[in-house]
Every structure is written in C-alpha cells, then in structure tokens.
C-alpha cells in the first residue's frame, strides 16, 4: 500500500520528467549540472472520516527551479514548462490511488530571484508552492 507522499511524489517526477530529467528532492546534490528542478513537501492535512478505507490528502510542494548564470530566463521558462506539465490536472488515476488535482498556490506567487551569488557564481531560482490531493486506496 502506497501513501499519498509516495503516489504524490512519483506522478510529479513522471509529470515533470517530459519536461526535464534533472529533478531531485530538495535539497539537490551540488554535483548536478545546471538547471534542475528541485521538489519539497513543505506541508500536508488529511481530510476523511474515521474508519474510512480511503485517505485524501492534500500535500504542498515547493517546486524550484534553479540554473546559472545572469540570465533569468531560463530558468522561468522551465518554470513555466514544470506549471504546464503538472497544473490543472483532472482526476487521474495513479498506482495505488488518484490524483485529484494539482494547483498553483496563489497564496504563495511565483518568486523569481535574479543575480543570487554564492562563491561568485550566480545564481537564477523560479518557484512556487503546488497543493495536490491525492487519493490514497487503503482497501
């Protein structure tokens, strides 16, 4: 039986996956090239009754992506192709359960930060925060 993180986690890499191969969790190892796509569960609630075979929860990721140099875009137009991948899906059926939907969070904007320089390299990130609800089966 899969949990709704696991389910969760595996539709966002397969999601995102056509749009590049660099994803990793968050944080990613430094010896990874450039740009890549970092994934955090950042929060998460549950919401059925007691007894209930089946689990829906909605799971807030951070989704990053991040590249070098001093030009910012493209690094937001990864990001833009990460949002197109995974945003406004309608329920789909997953190993071990559904995912119900995945949305932006408006709360949380896109935060692009230009010219972040560490080491004197610098460094571009576009992200924001995604609530999915995922259905778990626990039958």
């Given at each position: 039986m899969k949990s709704a993180r696991d389910i969760?986690?595996?539709w966002l890499y397969s999601k995102i996956a056509a749009v590049t191969t660099n994803v990793h969790r968050a944080p990613a190892p430094r010896d990874v090239p450039y740009p890549l796509v970092a994934l955090q569960l950042v929060g998460?609630?549950?919401a059925r009754k007691v007894g209930d075979p089946f689990a829906?929860?909605?799971l807030i990721y951070q989704i990053d992506v991040y590249d070098e140099g001093r030009d910012a875009r493209p690094a937001n137009a990864?990001?833009?192709?990460v949002y197109e991948a995974i945003a406004r899906v309608n329920a789909e059926a997953v190993e071990g359960g559904i995912v119900h939907h995945c949305i932006r969070d408006a709360r949380n904007p896109i935060v692009p930060i230009d010219h972040e320089i560490h080491d004197n390299?610098?460094?571009?990130?576009?992200?924001t925060r995604y609530e999915l609800m995922v259905q778990a089966d626990r039958s």
């Open positions: 969760a986690e595996a998460a609630r549950d829906v929860e909605y990864l990001a833009q192709q390299v610098i460094y571009q990130r576009n992200g």
